[in-house]
């Protein structure tokens, strides 16, 4: 069974850091492409960060630029987001996802993704 699970979420004060992990069970994600999307409530679900297959190539929201880094370890099967100087906007669901995709390019349109996991709630709130 194909599975992608999100870890790594909570509660953090503004300004502070948390990296969510987007593991992979029952296929391997080197030949993936994943991309870490958030939903806030009443909002839609929007793309924040995205990877290629083997890291080579990786793109960010205008809103996360400088602030967040996407990596990747493939003999892991997992895929990070790094958050620092997290903001209240920031607060919402996190989900990752994947697409069967080997050239050096990643997506960042929900609609173009495969494979999604349940996600992981961040709050970012004094």
């Known amino acids: 069974q194909l599975q992608l699970v999100e870890s790594g979420g909570g509660l953090v004060q503004p300004g502070g850091s948390l990296r969510l992990s987007c593991a992979a069970s029952?296929?391997?994600?080197?030949?993936?492409?994943i991309g870490w999307f958030r939903q806030a409530p009443g909002k839609e679900r929007e793309g924040v960060s995205c990877i290629s297959s083997i890291g080579s190539f990786t793109r960010y929201a205008d809103s996360v630029k400088g602030r967040f880094t996407i990596s990747r370890d493939n003999a892991k099967n997992t895929v990070y987001l790094q958050m620092n100087s997290l903001k209240p906007e920031d607060t919402a669901v996190y989900y990752c996802?994947?697409?069967?995709?080997?050239?050096?390019?990643?997506?960042?349109?929900?609609?173009?993704?495969?494979?999604w996991g349940k996600g992981t709630l961040v709050t970012v709130s004094s």
């Open positions: 996802a994947a697409v069967n995709l080997l050239q050096a390019m990643c997506v960042m349109n929900p609609r173009g993704m495969d494979q």
């Open positions: 029952g296929f391997t994600l080197n030949s993936y492409a």
